[in-house]
C-alpha cells in the first residue's frame, strides 16, 4: 500500500512537470515563459521577525499552548528587475518551510525544511507513560503548479535528526492566492496529509509496553491519510518594509490517528501573527 501511495506520489510530480512543459509550450507563440533558478543570480533581501500563536499541545490533543520562534526569510527576485510571479518561500508551518529553487511557467519545484517539536509525555496526561518522541530537523522537496490564482501541490517531508524512525508524510494541497490590495493578499490552502507507517507507531499507536506504562489500550496504527485540513493567511505591507502576518487553520484527525487512544480530540485548530522586517531588496 505504501508503496502504490509513493509511486503515485511520483506519477503526480511528473504530470505537473508535463502541465507546465505544455503551458509553456502554448505561451511560447504569444511571449516568453517566465522561468529562473536560484543559482543564476540576481537580487537578493532578507525579511527577519518572529511568529508567535497557539496549536494543540501535541497532535490529537484537546488542549493548547503557545508558541513562538524567529523568522528568517530570504526573498529572491531573478536577474531581471521584473518581479518574479510568486513569492520565493512558502510558508506552511514551521516543519515545512519551502525555497522554490526552480521556476519553469507555472512550475515551481525545490526543496523544504523545517523544524519538529516531537512530543513529551508531559504535555498532557494523556501522554503519561508513552515515552517521549525526540524533536529534530526536517527536511524533504515539493512541487508546484500555479494557474493562477490557484495552484496545486505535492510534498515529502522526513525528520533527519532526533528520533530518526518517525517516518514520512506526503502533503497534498489545492491552494488559491489573491491580492486583495496594493498592500493586503490572502492565502487558502486545503490539504491532506498521508503518514507512513513509522510516523504512525511514533505518534498513534501504543505498544504492549507503553499499554502496561499508561494504562491505555495496545494500538496499532497502520500507513494511511491522517489528515484533511484549511489554512487561511492574511499578508499587509505595514510599509515598505515591514509587513505583517496572520494565520489560522482547522484539521480534522482521520483513519487510525483518529481512532488511536492517545487521540484526546479529532478537531484541531492553530493561529497566530508575525511581524517581519526586509533588509535589501524588497521587491
Not at 503557545?66 to 527576485?77: A, D, E, N, R
Not at 501522554?127 to 490564482?149: E, K, N, R, S
Amino acid at each position: 500500500m505504501a508503496r502504490s501511495i509513493t509511486m503515485s506520489c511520483v506519477a503526480g510530480a511528473l504530470c505537473l512537470c508535463w502541465l507546465a512543459q505544455a503551458q509553456a509550450a502554448d505561451n511560447s507563440a504569444e511571449q516568453a515563459v517566465y522561468h529562473d533558478s536560484i543559482f543564476s543570480g540576481g537580487r537578493w533581501g532578507v525579511a527577519v521577525g518572529g511568529f508567535a500563536g497557539f496549536q494543540p499541545a501535541y497532535e490529537g490533543a484537546d488542549e493548547y499552548r503557545f508558541v513562538g520562534f524567529p523568522l528568517v526569510l530570504p526573498k529572491f527576485y531573478g536577474e531581471s528587475y521584473d518581479a518574479p510571479p510568486r513569492s520565493r518561500i512558502t510558508y506552511r508551518g514551521i516543519d515545512d518551510i519551502r525555497l522554490t529553487a526552480l521556476t519553469l511557467g507555472g512550475l515551481d519545484i525545490g526543496p523544504l525544511a523545517g523544524y519538529s517539536f516531537g512530543r513529551e509525555e508531559n504535555l498532557a496526561a494523556r501522554l503519561q507513560g508513552l515515552g517521549d518522541v525526540d524533536g529534530g530537523m526536517t527536511a524533504g522537496g515539493f512541487a508546484a503548479y500555479h494557474f493562477d490564482p490557484f495552484f496545486v501541490d505535492i510534498a515529502y517531508n522526513a525528520q533527519i535528526t532526533g528520533d530518526s524512525d518517525t517516518g514520512h508524510t506526503w502533503r497534498f494541497g489545492l491552494g488559491m492566492d489573491h491580492n486583495l490590495s496594493e498592500r493586503l493578499s490572502m492565502s487558502t490552502y486545503l490539504n491532506s496529509s498521508y503518514a507512513s507507517k513509522d510516523y504512525m507507531d511514533a505518534y498513534f499507536s501504543v505498544s504492549p509496553a507503553q499499554s502496561a506504562n499508561s494504562g491505555l489500550g495496545i494500538y496499532d496504527a497502520g500507513a494511511g491519510f491522517k489528515d484533511i485540513g484549511l489554512d487561511i493567511g492574511f499578508d499587509y505591507r505595514l510599509t515598505e518594509r515591514v509587513t505583517m502576518t496572520t494565520k489560522a487553520g482547522y484539521s480534522r484527525l482521520l483513519g487510525d490517528a483518529a481512532d488511536s487512544p492517545v487521540t484526546e480530540s479529532r478537531n484541531q485548530f492553530f493561529g497566530g501573527l508575525g511581524l517581519t522586517y526586509t533588509f535589501g531588496q524588497t521587491d
